[in-house]
């Protein structure tokens, strides 16, 4: 006990020693304030510590200096960005849709009246705002680029649940699409991108990556919709005959890394991908660490001669699971497609071979082929332009990421064993957009346009039939009030009163059985599109007129269209969508839209009175956009809508819908 | 929700202060990293099990961002605000915002430094204070391993050998013209466990160390930690633990040679309050430690001797932590054998495994597992040991080469549950061979190699017979600029038989579990590196380790893991 007396005794007066220093010190240097610098030669303050400014022992510069005496990379200490350094970039939406509805579903999640204030009526999905696009969005990103980046997005929903107290349904902070990074490295006349993180969109080829395009809706409003001119859009429609697109305007949502190789000498592009893309798992299964991961590679070969221009690609992709983590059954989609793009003078030729295989509890290693060539004549060698596409592609030619609608029920999104109900991406015999390519299917589609003064026009045709008739069941695209009816009940494959109401993503399908006992017939798909714009002035104002007609017909071992009743289902839809420029910054919209639907006596029957589906449905709507700065605009859309079944009574709904649209890119 | 609150305010004000005033200053550093991992476990163990998961598909998105706030040199501040995606998770769903870090620093009347928050502490301490000791020999291990090793690192704020832990810290230095050349200070307070305002009271540590530099010839330091409760009125225990060492320090420092002698002698004092039954536990023990080292600087070369003795009860929590829990589950693959015994830690899950990090103080002894150290588990501060080190190595001037080797040779000094004492034995070293730097070509090429053995023994009636090896190789080559081939390898190997303690609350010895193994373990990784800068990099690599023990055949299984890696920073 002695020596700790001692020591007690030492380490006491060493601090007294210490404060008594310290006090004199710190009285030398609150006189040196007063009277000026201090000539004292007694003490001195002595620096010890050189650190980056504005970083002390924090996490990061420990990292930093933690490395072994090996790893040479990050071997600096980080600067420090200022805010000169870092854009921030967003968009604000701020959406409010009130749905008041006479008739409805008795499956539809809200009552019938309902205010969200985001695109689907769900909070609290997850934590993401049921998949809708933020209140604000805002964009970090380092600027000028060097050879890294970061580019991260902070999502702000604002649910306006009214409570307080509460607040995790009412505030929802997530990063709905921007946790990404990226690097550049080159070495002679090789250069390597890397982004990595998520979500990229991705693309490799038609038959392997790039999911399907969808014609847009004339007069809802897109999330994603990038115009500051509203007007600007109509123009555009009418000039350029382009859509807005999908979100994914043709790519993939990937999480993971894209690796691009670029080599110089040989014209050479090689791009591999490896992660998790949104049709991977579920979400519950995503966080469990569930095997299924997605590769891909795509070689891509550049030609450029004075007669040929273009590329030749080849593509890998697989889709690697399991159907648990514990059992080790294979769930795999592996693909390997040759396609090639040419410019051959004036005449444009693509085209892509595939081979699927499919491996899981129902297909073992099960393969299929697809194939789809496309030849584009411009206006100097016809009239007027055209564009023939042929495909052919076998019911094992299952391609989720890609753009092949699928008909395979072994192929599920989320994983296989995902219930029906729940996969958004099964189409069985679907009756498609012209342009769209399904499996099990080979047919054509024709396109062209041609202008008569002003007035624009675009057909398509399109006809296809099935290679085997595998299903009972076909399916059609309601395309009246589609948006609005897939809020009904979002994200369900078996809604409405008949349980045939597919809810997806802006979109609405409706699938209907096939009674015909006799099976030894391929189903036939017909599609005709019409799109007639006109552009003129009324009051020295410029209006734009857009009008879409398309007839869709299943029917019997022809591919023809069908107008009477021997096709299982006939649809006609007229849409038409007038914008008119009242100011500089303001626009009126107006829309109709009628839509018929009617199936044959070997559909399904209704139980009330035994005659198949007879539907019909309206929407009528006006708004006006009001472009307030260069950045910012405000849209107001109403719309009354309706549909009835003659015979299917109970399908039937009747409302308006409002939607109050504040948006401000910064 | 609170964090979310948090980060918004705290953004905006930093925003609102970087653009009223001038002269604050306000930057950002942060870190983004993208992790992927591929899991697979199979083996003897696993087959036929159906129950056990065997294969999974996980990582993370991550970004670190870190505003810096220099209002002057009086103040400064950083958060780091974090955003962290589970990968596969799309659109935003299970996004989390965490609030990682929080940090005040300046200085006070230009003397005094000091920081407030999440501060880490040990800085000029002693290894019998406060310090944060190395869990394995792994200053050789291979590049592939280190650079997978520093990414629980970061995710555990682990620094080298200080403790992360939150408090406040000051820090002075007093350059004197006369007596003394200069005297430093460094003082702290942190709290390791917050009180539930009823029986459990708050935990408090606090200390520092003063230390003064004679000349260029004698320096002594005084530290002192001070592990202690705060009491509440229902507490049900109070406990204390102070811990008291002096330091000293000759060198002799002339052109072609160092010679140094440095020294240090402590005592720590234990006790523990039972308020709920009147009783108090209490002990004091010691430490001491005499070395010398020399340097020859032509040929760069240092030796070096340590004598050292801990007490049985010398008891000092904020240097005997462990760095890894091994009593927590595994990340990876956690239960096996039909899904109902948690996977026991293997040497692949103490490299990559970013939740068996300890990150607190523990006032009792962690356990720990004898074949990855079984002769310094709490490090230098392992009581019950006294000895003798000595070794040889290159100097740290020394660039293309690096060489050092060790032997420790250490007894009980009292015996645990007999009156026999262990003996043991370790001998390790390393090698790191820049062949790069010695050809002059501006390209990474190096190999390594460490090496681990240590041998436990004691006869007697409970006799003990324990031997580990450890052996690790690696490469790294850049075979193109800023392209890196990395290989390496990890191999375990330990057999014998062994004895575990058992402590109770006091920290003292209450029983003990036989432990018998014969354990053969490897990891071997294979990667590629792609440098974009110095502060950016993507890594891929393939690992597969396996895990064997050999005759009971208990537990026999294989990991193969594919990590993908890309990592910026700013």
Redo the contacts between chains.
């Keep these: 006990m002695s020596v700790i007396l001692k020591i007690t005794m030492i380490r006491n007066q060493i601090f007294r020693l210490a404060c008594l220093v310290l006090l004199i010190h710190v009285f030398a240097t609150t006189s040196s304030y007063a009277k000026g610098p201090s000539d004292s030669s007694e003490v001195s303050v002595v620096q010890t510590n050189k650190k980056p400014s504005g970083i002390s022992l924090s996490n990061l510069y420990a990292h930093f200096n933690s490395k072994s005496l090996l790893d040479t990379t990050p071997a600096k200490l980080p600067l420090g960005l200022s805010l000169n350094d870092i854009k921030v970039t967003g968009v604000i939406r701020f959406l409010s849709i009130y749905r008041n509805m006479d008739k409805s579903y008795s499956d539809m999640i809200t009552s019938q009246k309902n205010f969200s204030f985001a695109d689907y009526p769900i909070v609290g999905v997850g934590s993401n705002n049921n998949g809708g696009f933020p209140m604000l969005e805002l964009n970090l990103a380092n600027s000028p680029l060097s050879k890294f980046q970061f580019n991260v997005g902070y999502s702000f929903a604002q649910n306006f649940t009214g409570n307080q107290s509460d607040s995790s349904m009412s505030k929802i902070l997530s990063s709905r699409q921007n946790l990404r990074f990226s690097g550049k490295w080159a070495a002679g006349p090789v250069r390597v991108g890397l982004d990595a993180g998520g979500i990229l969109w991705t693309k490799m080829s038609r038959l392997t990556m790039g999911q399907t395009n969808y014609r847009d809706n004339y007069f809802d409003r897109v999330p994603w919709d990038w115009y500051r001119n509203s007007f600007l859009r109509y123009e555009e429609y009418y000039s350029l005959s382009t859509n807005i697109g999908a979100e994914s305007a043709g790519r993939s949502p990937l999480l993971g890394y894209i690796l691009k190789t670029d080599i110089l000498p040989l014209s050479t592009k090689i791009t591999m991908i490896y992660g998790r893309t949104n049709l991977n798992t579920t979400v519950g299964n995503a966080i469990n660490g569930f095997p299924s991961s997605t590769f891909g590679t795509r070689i891509e070969k550049s030609i450029f001669t004075r007669r040929v221009a273009g590329n030749i690609g080849l593509n890998y992709y697989k889709k690697d699971a399991n159907t648990n983590s514990r059992t080790g059954i294979k769930d795999e989609q592996e693909i390997v497609s040759l396609d090639v793009a040419l410019k051959i003078r004036k005449l444009n030729f693509s085209t892509e071979f595939g081979r699927a295989r499919i491996n899981n509890p129902r297909y073992k290693n099960a393969t299929g082929n697809a194939f789809v060539g496309k030849v584009e004549l411009d206006r100097t060698v016809t009239a007027f332009p055209i564009s023939l596409e042929y495909y052919h592609i076998g019911y094992n030619y299952a391609s989720l990421d890609g753009s092949v609608m699928n008909s395979n029920t072994s192929v599920n999104a989320g994983g296989y064993g995902n219930e029906y109900i729940y996969d958004n991406m099964l189409f069985i015999n679907v009756a498609q957009q012209v342009g769209q390519i399904a499996n099990n299917r080979q047919g054509f589609s024709l396109r062209s346009e041609s202008n008569i003064k002003k007035l624009k026009i675009q057909i398509g045709i399109s006809g296809s039939q099935e290679l085997q008739n595998l299903h009972d069941t076909v399916t059609f695209q309601h395309r009246v009030n589609s948006f609005s009816r897939s809020r009904f009940r979002p994200w369900f494959m078996a809604g409405g009163e008949y349980g045939r109401i597919k809810g997806v993503w802006l979109t609405t399908y409706e699938t209907v059985t096939i009674t015909d006992t006799i099976s030894n017939y391929k189903k036939g798909f017909s599609n005709l599109e019409l799109f007639l714009k006109y552009k003129f002035r009324i009051f020295n104002r410029d209006l734009v007129v857009l009008n879409f007609n398309t007839f869709n017909s299943i029917q019997k071992n022809n591919i023809t269209p069908t107008f009477n009743d021997k096709a299982f289902i006939r649809l006609f839809f007229e849409d038409i969508t007038l914008a008119y420029r009242l100011g500089k910054k303001y626009n009126i919209v107006a829309n109709a839209g009628y839509e018929t639907v009617k199936g044959n006596r070997f559909t399904q029957l209704s139980s009330e009175n035994n005659e198949p589906i007879d539907q019909v449905g309206y929407a009528y709507g006006g708004g006006i956009d009001y472009d307030f700065t260069a950045n910012a605009g405000i849209h107001l859309r109403h719309k009354w809508m309706s549909h009835k079944d003659k015979n299917f009574v109970l399908d039937q709904f009747k409302g308006q819908e409002t939607t109050l649209e504040l948006k401000i890119f910064f | 929700?609170k964090y979310?609150v948090g980060y918004i305010v705290f953004v905006f004000l930093l925003s609102v202060c970087?653009t009223s005033y001038a002269q604050v200053?306000?930057?950002?550093?942060?870190?983004?990293?993208?992790i992927?991992t591929?899991?697979k476990i199979g083996g003897e163990t696993l087959k036929g099990?159906?129950?056990?998961?065997?294969?999974?598909?996980?990582g993370y998105?991550v970004?670190?961002?870190?505003p810096?706030?220099?209002i002057n040199n009086n103040i400064?501040a950083?958060v780091?605000l974090r955003?962290r995606?589970?990968?596969?998770?799309?659109?935003?769903?299970?996004?989390l915002?965490s609030f990682?870090?929080f940090?005040i620093?300046g200085k006070i009347?230009?003397?005094?430094?000091y920081?407030i928050g999440?501060?880490?502490l040990g800085g000029g301490m002693t290894s019998y204070t406060m310090y944060k000791p190395f869990e394995m020999n792994?200053?050789f291990?291979?590049?592939i391993h280190?650079?997978r090793?520093?990414v629980a690192?970061?995710e555990n704020?682990?620094?080298?050998n200080?403790w992360?832990l939150q408090g406040v810290q000051g820090?002075?230095?007093?350059?004197?013209?006369k007596g003394i050349k200069?005297?430093?200070?460094n003082i702290f307070a942190v709290r390791t466990n917050a009180s539930n305002e009823k029986s459990i009271p708050d935990r408090i540590m606090a200390g520092g160390r003063?230390g003064i530099v004679q000349s260029e010839y004698l320096a002594v330091g005084?530290n002192?930690v001070n592990l202690l409760d705060v009491t509440v009125n229902q507490d049900e225990v109070e406990y204390s633990n102070s811990v008291?060492t002096?330091d000293v320090k000759l060198t002799l420092n002339r052109d072609k040679f160092l010679v140094q002698l440095n020294g240090e002698l402590?005592?720590s004092?234990f006790k523990n309050v039972q308020v709920y039954n009147d009783s108090t536990v209490q002990y004091?023990d010691y430490v001491t430690e005499a070395g010398i080292k020399g340097v020859y600087k032509p040929a760069k070369v240092k030796l070096f001797a340590t004598y050292r003795s801990v007490g049985a009860q010398f008891s000092s929590p904020s240097a005997q932590t462990t760095r890894m829990n091994v009593d927590q589950p595994n990340s990876l693959f956690t239960r096996i054998s039909g899904n109902a015994v948690f996977r026991n830690q293997n040497i692949y899950d103490r490299l990559t495994d970013e939740q068996s990090y300890n990150r607190s103080i523990s006032a009792v002894l962690y356990n720990f597992l004898p074949q990855y150290g079984n002769i310094t588990p709490y490090g230098d501060a392992t009581p019950n040991r006294v000895g003798i080190s000595v070794g040889l190595g290159s100097d740290t001037s020394a660039k293309i080469i690096?060489v050092e080797a060790r032997a420790d040779m250490f007894n009980e000094i009292i015996g645990e549950g007999v009156a026999d004492k262990r003996k043991y034995a370790a001998y390790r070293g390393g090698l790191?061979f820049n062949f790069g730097d010695l050809l002059k070509i501006n390209r990474?090429m190096?190999v390594?190699t460490g090496f681990r053995q240590e041998t436990t023994t004691r006869g007697g009636n409970a006799p003990i017979d324990f031997k580990s090896t450890l052996i690790d190789l690696?490469a790294?080559v850049e075979v193109?600029?800023?392209?890196d081939v990395l290989v390496g390898t990890k191999l375990l190997a330990a057999s014998g038989n062994e004895y575990l303690s058992v402590r109770d609350q006091f920290n003292l010895l209450s029983d003990f579990t036989a432990y018998n193994l014969d354990l053969k373990e490897q990891i071997i990784s294979l990667g590629l590196?792609?440098?974009?800068?110095?502060?950016?990099?993507?890594t891929g690599t393939y690992n597969t380790s396996t895990y064997k023990e050999i005759q009971s055949n208990n537990y026999n299984y294989n990991i193969n893991q594919w990590f993908?890696n890309?990592?910026?920073?700013?």
């Design positions: 929700m979310k970087s200053k306000f930057n950002f550093n942060g870190l983004g990293r993208a992927v591929s899991n099990d159906t129950l056990s998961p065997s294969k999974g598909l996980s998105t970004f670190d961002l870190q810096n706030l220099i400064k950083n780091i955003m995606n589970p990968f596969g998770s799309f659109y935003g769903a299970n996004t915002f990682r870090q940090q620093m009347g230009k003397v005094v430094e920081e999440d501060i880490y792994h200053e291990e291979s590049d280190s650079q090793r520093s690192e970061y704020f682990v620094s080298g200080l992360r820090r002075s230095n007093f350059g004197f013209n200069n005297l430093g200070i003063i005084l002192y008291l002096g402590g005592s004092n004091t690096k790191v990474k190096s390594n690696g790294t193109f600029k800023q392209f590196r792609l440098r974009f800068s110095e502060r950016s990099y993507l993908f890309y990592t910026l920073a700013f």
